[in-house]
């Protein structure tokens, strides 16, 4: 199944094969695309869906150190490159829209933008800077409620560019205790007034962002990805999540989203989404469905063959294997990642993995 052809909505798929959004910090310093962009994502173009890195719909939003934005025209134009080298092989692709909110150090921002988030807390831990080495997250802003407007308002119009960038669509990343996870969290979202307080509250601000993009661009282009339980960026459960999130989900299924997208980093040592939390959601939503995290051909197979999800996401094999799809289709041997690179400047770790044919 994981190489049958699937209609995404008004998005015809080659396989069910989805590339998972990557941080590579590899655009510019005024955070436009570069040409080794291109490259890396024409390289994965055999896919059958692209999502891109984290890319912020606002100067607020560029919290790490070389992460590519979409909010003014030099970002679309570096953009166009890119999905015209996928679209000429053949392959199809949408952007993250990732704010980081308080996942973020102000060192890492263009002059004038600010850090902010629902609540004053700064994020536990630290993050790299290239000027400063690595520093203790920004204190954020406590947002106002014109702050709120003006961000659902940002994230429209990166939906109307990414159009013109010639995306198959957006997807709105609500997932890994970044921007729209910190109102969806308890233990990140502390306000009173009608963003928070309430698991209504707290879902209010994603189905306010989802419903001004789909209604920019059109449903059938717009997806979420979603962590319930997950930890990352200090995240986690918390009492009544899986309440919220199924109530979040069936009022994104009355909306017609592209598709919902899940993501479970037990692979990697968290605590696991609930199976059955998995399955709910899955029933919870009217339309294509997304699982991610640790899958491998063997167990995405099964997962298809069970009816668990329509697509499946892979993350990290996709960094050291540009032809994955083809050396799964060949049960080829996988390149192993290099970690070192992940996220430094620069070609080495990022397009110079070998592929079969090499």
């Known amino acids: 199944m994981l190489f049958e052809s699937f209609q995404l909505r008004s998005t015809p798929l080659k396989n069910r094969v989805v590339m998972s959004p990557l941080t590579r910090s590899r655009a510019a310093s005024d955070n436009t695309p570069t040409n080794l962009m291109v490259t890396y994502y024409a390289q994965r173009a055999s896919a059958g869906l692209i999502i891109t890195e984290g890319t912020s719909p606002s100067p607020n939003g560029l919290g790490y150190a070389r992460i590519p934005g979409l909010f003014n025209d030099a970002q679309v134009q570096g953009w166009k490159l890119v999905t015209e080298a996928v679209h000429a092989k053949g392959g199809k692709i949408v952007v993250q829209l990732m704010h980081t909110g308080r996942v973020s150090h102000q060192a890492n921002l263009p002059a004038g933008a600010e850090v902010f988030g629902p609540s004053p807390e ?46 198959d669509g957006v997807e709105l990343h609500a997932a890994n205790g970044y921007f729209l996870e910190q109102f969806l969290n308890a233990n990140i979202n502390r306000r009173t007034d009608g963003y928070g307080g309430t698991a209504e509250g707290r879902n209010r601000l994603v189905l306010e962002v989802a419903h001004a993009v789909v209604t920019e ?5 717009v997806g979420i990805r979603l962590s319930p339980h997950g930890v990352v960026n200090s995240a986690g459960a918390f009492e009544g999540v899986d309440e919220q999130y199924l109530a979040l989900v069936k009022q994104l299924s009355a909306l017609g989203l592209m598709y919902v997208h899940v993501l479970d980093h037990s692979g990697m040592g968290t605590p696991p989404v609930p199976a059955k939390l998995k399955a709910d959601l899955r029933a919870a939503f009217n339309g294509p469905f997304i699982l991610a995290g640790g899958f491998n051909k063997a167990s995405a197979e099964q997962a298809l063959s069970q009816g668990l999800a329509d697509l499946i996401a892979m993350g990290r094999p996709f960094i050291a294997n540009p032809d994955l799809v083809e050396r799964m289709r060949q049960d080829a041997p996988l390149n192993a990642p290099s970690s070192e690179t992940f996220y430094t400047p620069g070609a080495k770790g990022y397009t110079d993995y070998p592929t079969l044919s090499a």
């Open 122 to 167: 700064a994020c536990p831990g630290e993050m790299w800077t290239d000027t400063l080495g690595l520093q203790p997250h920004t204190p954020p802003r406590a947002m106002t409620e014109e702050d709120i407007r003006k961000v659902i308002a940002e994230y429209a119009c990166a939906a109307r560019l990414a159009i013109q960038a010639g995306f």
């Open 217 to 221: 661009i059109g449903a059938e282009r």
